[in-house]
């Protein structure tokens, strides 16, 4: 065993939440040797079940701040992670490239610009009359769309990610309670956990990542948190047109905002909304088939497959996502609304060091 896990390995931490994030806490805290538990009520609807996986790094325009550090700290960790995680499920891997695509002529200029400044990043300029783009233009007749190419931006499968998650949690003998924490309070300089069951958990470290349930955990007020639901709309559309097949398509494209994901010859998912509310409204649900200037027949709300939604936490007055230490022994990893699959590595990586300053 080594130093660190000679150090850690009594040490209990319980991590609030089994997404993708908490899911991704524990597989990092792993390496150190504590003793972890995940807590979810609900882990099956959690909203990393309604993820797409879109892993906008290199593409990412703002290149300052520190939504990009983490971006850039996670570009650098995925294709490690990878690496590690196929050891438990070889059909995980990351699909590359991402298309960044639009018809709106400033916004083509904005991106090319974008490209020729960050060369190095991979990023390939596409214009309407290029070939790489004839593919595209057949199945989208009558737009003229141009673009933007990353070759190291793509889609990780959320429910592969899961799969292999909790392959590797399993083997490193990580517990999982499927029940619901109703109250968090400090005791003797630990952490109690009172479970809906009555029973109480005992941890010297506490992180939560369950979104905006983590607001009824603790005092917002105390701690000047502020947490709004952003609900994400997605379809899938199922088509029997002849002419028509899906597959010519680059796997993953973003046509004026919007992300597609070829699933098959006759399949396509669309994706999605930000819509600030707890329930999926249709007004909402149109823009997944209005933002084209020449709508294909095929995409039309008649050829819906599947339709879902998830409900992903934002903060209100600061950046997402939240990554604070509230007191000690008590870690917040939440705020996720955007990107979490993407910023899974760097969050893990920045919890791996916090805790540290916990013990």
């Known amino acids: ?45 959690n909203s990393s079940n309604a993820a797409l996986g879109i892993l906008m790094g290199k593409i990412y325009q703002k290149r300052k701040g520190r939504s990009w550090i983490l971006r850039q700290k996670s570009s650098e960790l995925w294709p490690k992670w990878i690496n590690i995680l196929q050891s438990y499920n070889p059909n995980l891997k990351i699909e590359k490239p991402l298309y960044l695509l639009t018809n709106d002529l400033k916004k083509f200029n904005k991106l090319t610009s974008f490209a020729n400044n960050y060369q ?19 199945i989208f007749k009558g737009n003229k769309l141009q673009g933007i190419i990353s070759h190291q931006d793509g889609r990780i499968n959320p429910k592969v990610l899961l799969e292999t998650l909790n392959i590797a949690l399993k083997s490193k003998n990580i517990k999982t309670i499927n029940n619901q924490i109703t109250k968090i309070r400090k005791n003797n300089k630990k ?68 992300n597609l994901i070829t699933i098959s010859e006759k399949k396509i998912i669309i994706g999605s909304t930000d819509e600030y509310s707890f ?44 990554l604070k230490s509230l007191e000690k022994g008590l870690i917040l990893c939440s705020g996720f609304y955007k990107n979490g699959i993407l910023l899974a590595p760097a969050c893990s990586h920045w919890v791996s060091e916090e805790i540290k300053k916990h013990i």
């Open 120 to 138: 190095h990043d991979d990023l390939e300029t596409v214009k309407a009359d290029s070939s790489i783009l004839d593919p595209i233009s057949e």
């Open 1 to 45: 065993m080594n130093k660190a896990k000679d150090t850690f390995n009594n040490i209990k931490v319980l991590i609030v939440g089994s997404g993708i994030i908490g899911k991704s806490n524990a597989f990092k805290l792993s390496d150190y040797g504590f003793d972890i538990t995940l807590v979810d009520q609900d882990e099956m609807h």
């Open 279 to 322: 329930k999926p409204e249709n007004s909402y649900l149109n823009e997944l088939f209005e933002f084209l200037e020449h709508k294909p027949n095929w995409l039309d709300k008649k050829n819906i497959s599947r339709r879902w939604f998830g409900i992903r936490s934002r903060p209100e007055g600061e950046p997402s996502p939240l």
């Open 191 to 258: 952490w109690n956990l009172v479970l809906k069951t009555g029973e109480i958990l005992i941890s010297e470290i506490v992180i939560l990542c369950n979104s905006l349930d983590s607001l009824k955990l603790i005092n917002p007020e105390i701690y000047d948190i502020k947490l709004k639901p952003v609900l994400g709309q997605a379809v899938e559309i199922f088509h029997e047109e002849k002419n028509i097949d899906f597959l010519s398509l680059p796997k993953l494209l973003n046509i004026n905002g919007k």
